[in-house]
């Protein structure tokens, strides 16, 4: 008995009871690997579907929007500024009135009022100093954003100019790639048009290679020609010797009739009426004769 499949088995039920006791996972290894194939060819799809000059106006975008709530903080913080900047007036002006009470309530012998108009003076007091350390933490906070959003000003404006030239160098790029591609015939659309030029011509080459070929079976009688219109090679050789023997013999008959004089010519011009010479008739008996085939 054949002790692999036996292994097998008992590796398995290993691999089970590893898996039931908690000590291992069923095929993470694969799943790991699956897990890399996929991002690789979601990464390689997303390269091939990115476009440099979207992404950059893309960030020039989230640049803006970053700049727009930088100068909303700004706006805020000089709004709470301006807030305690008021009530820092009122407080003021709250303070100089009770003081003013004080005085006057002290002149007319007054001076439990003059001490309570100063005791109240005093607790605005207090609040006056706590706005005033608010309103120049808010100064500071104020002065930082503003600051920050002049910075953040100039790069955005340095990175849309540096934007634009990229985006003008890449397009600059893409169509000198384009127009080599074009020329070389590297390229898609010129891919597919070199391909149909070269099986036009190659079918074309086998069309004439086939018609050769049955021109030439058929002058050499290896195919039969049903409409007769095509002779051999034998055939064409006999009907040139049949026509040149033809022009011998009309060639002969002319010399004859110029022979035999005017009434021989005449009667042969037109059209043969009459009896004519019988030295003209007479054929000379050397002469052979040929029907044409």
């Not at 996929?38 to 390269?47: E, Q, V």
């Not at 990115?50 to 960030?59: A, G, K, N, Q």
């Amino acid at each position: 008995m054949d002790a692999g499949p036996v292994l097998w088995v008992l590796s398995q039920t290993c691999e089970l009871e590893s898996v039931r006791r908690g000590r291992a996972k069923p095929m993470s290894g694969v799943m790991k690997r699956m897990g890399m194939i996929f991002r690789a060819k979601a990464n390689k799809a997303l390269d091939r579907a990115e476009d440099p000059r979207e992404t950059l106006d893309y960030s020039y975008q989230k640049q803006l929007e970053l700049l727009q709530k930088v100068r909303r903080g700004v706006a805020d913080v000089a709004t709470s500024r301006k807030r305690l900047e008021l009530q820092l007036n009122q407080l003021q002006s709250q303070s100089s009135k009770l003081e003013d009470q004080g005085r006057k309530a002290l002149a007319l012998g007054r001076e439990d009022l003059a001490r309570e108009a100063l005791s109240r003076r005093a607790a605005l007091q207090q609040q006056v100093t706590d706005l005033e350390t608010q309103h120049a933490t808010l100064q500071g906070e104020e002065e930082k954003l503003t600051l920050a959003a002049q910075r953040l000003q100039a790069k955005v404006d340095a990175f849309r100019t540096k934007k634009e030239t990229i985006k003008a160098t890449y397009t600059a790029a893409q169509a000198q790639t384009r127009i080599g591609e074009a020329f070389s015939g590297i390229s898609e659309e010129m891919g597919d048009v070199g391909l149909a030029i070269q099986r036009a011509e190659d079918k074309t080459a086998q069309l004439q290679a086939r018609a050769g070929a049955i021109d030439e079976l058929l002058a050499s009688g290896a195919l039969d020609d049903p409409s007769g219109t095509h002779k051999d090679d034998l055939q064409a050789e006999l009907d040139r010797l049949s026509g040149g023997t033809d022009v011998e013999l009309e060639l002969q008959r002319m010399k004859a009739e110029l022979a035999g004089g005017p009434s021989a010519g005449q009667q042969a011009i037109e059209g043969g009426t009459g009896q004519a010479d019988p030295r003209t008739q007479q054929q000379p008996q050397d002469t052979p004769r040929f029907d044409k085939q």
